[in-house]
């Protein structure tokens, strides 16, 4: 169907013009996304209808908008195409929502192709799902671009030789804060399930789980420090991980100004073992000095000793066995 626009909007009653829905079906007279969003402006709302787009790829250049999938979540297939190089959709700026779509398959020359490259401005994003893509989302360095993940998944990141590039499912650069929320990430390989590189990351009640066949690296790695909350999430690696360690502070230097950890009531699980596996590390040598580090109510299932530096705050934490699976 064509744009259905508010009464508000009709011709005649000298009220400004409302924000307009543009539906996208396939078969109807806007089959794709694509077509939508030439149409589309500023404070619209895009519905898309269940079923699979391929090669459906965009650049999203509005000051605001809302992408809704309706039903069944539509899938995005790559299918060999994609937007500038980079992603199936690439976010240009602004504030923009995202809701129950799919990205799957994407993969371009310089071998980062993302589900949604996210370059500036706000991007939120609820109920998505991101699977086998080289990278499963990745944003810029725009330092104060914000980005909210909930209630969406990321699995399945492709097997490529090292030569290829490392597939993260979530790889947040340089901006000003990330919160992600409710999410999965699962059935990583040689790559992080989350690498973020905000100034602000905030990682709550999480399923971040690289389950028995995965091959994740970190399963959390913030490299360059910043203020981090990692809250009531279920950690766990692998035993045939590329990495040791599931969640990393400071790895890369070259930190934030202000930087800090908190590690509120997780569980990690290590299936590596207890004389291997490595909970958490932080590279206090490579941090601001004096950087807090509070770790308190974890639980570090399976062994393995979190090396969380000699001016640590742990409290209550505690080792236990496997969960049964």
Not at 108 to 113: A, I, L, M, Q
Not at 183 to 203: N, P, Y
Request: neutral net charge; contains cysteine; aromatic residues 6%.
């Amino acid at each position: 169907m064509w744009p259905v626009l508010s009464l508000l909007a009709l011709i005649g009653l000298g009220q400004p013009a409302t924000a307009a829905v543009w539906a996208v079906q396939p078969g109807g007279p806007l089959p794709r996304v694509a077509d939508a969003l030439r149409l589309a402006g500023d404070g619209d709302t895009i519905t898309v209808a269940p079923g699979t787009y391929r090669g459906d790829v965009a650049v999203i250049t509005q000051r605001a908008l809302t992408i809704v999938g309706l039903g069944e979540r539509p899938l995005l297939l790559a299918d060999g195409a994609h937007a500038e190089g980079k992603a199936i959709w690439v976010v240009r700026g602004g504030d923009i929502r995202i809701e129950n779509i799919a990205f799957q398959g994407t993969r371009v020359p310089s071998r980062n192709g993302a589900g949604i490259r996210f370059e500036r401005g706000r991007l939120t994003l609820r109920r998505c799902l991101f699977a086998d893509n080289q990278m499963g989302l990745l944003t810029s360095n725009d330092n104060s671009a914000e980005l909210v993940i909930e209630d969406s998944e990321f699995r399945d990141a492709p097997h490529q030789t090292q030569a290829e590039g490392l597939p993260h499912l979530l790889y947040v650069g340089r901006i000003a804060r990330a919160s992600i929320r409710g999410s999965r990430f699962s059935r990583g390989f040689d790559g992080h399930l989350i690498k973020s590189r905000a100034a602000e990351t905030v990682i709550e009640d999480n399923w971040i789980d690289d389950g028995p066949g995965g091959q994740a690296s970190y399963e959390i790695d913030l490299p360059n420090g910043g203020l981090a909350r990692v809250a009531r999430n279920t950690i766990g690696q692998s035993a045939a991980t590329h990495n040791p360690v599931m969640l990393s502070f400071g790895a890369e230097g070259q930190p934030w100004p202000r930087s800090g950890l908190q590690m509120l009531d997780n569980r990690f699980v290590n299936r590596l073992g207890a004389a291997t596996g490595v909970p958490v590390r932080v590279w206090v040598e490579r941090l601001p000095p004096a950087t807090p580090v509070r770790s308190q109510g974890n639980r570090w299932l399976g062994g393995g000793t979190p090396e969380l530096g000699a001016g640590a705050d742990s409290r209550d934490d505690a080792a236990g066995p496997l969960p049964a699976e």
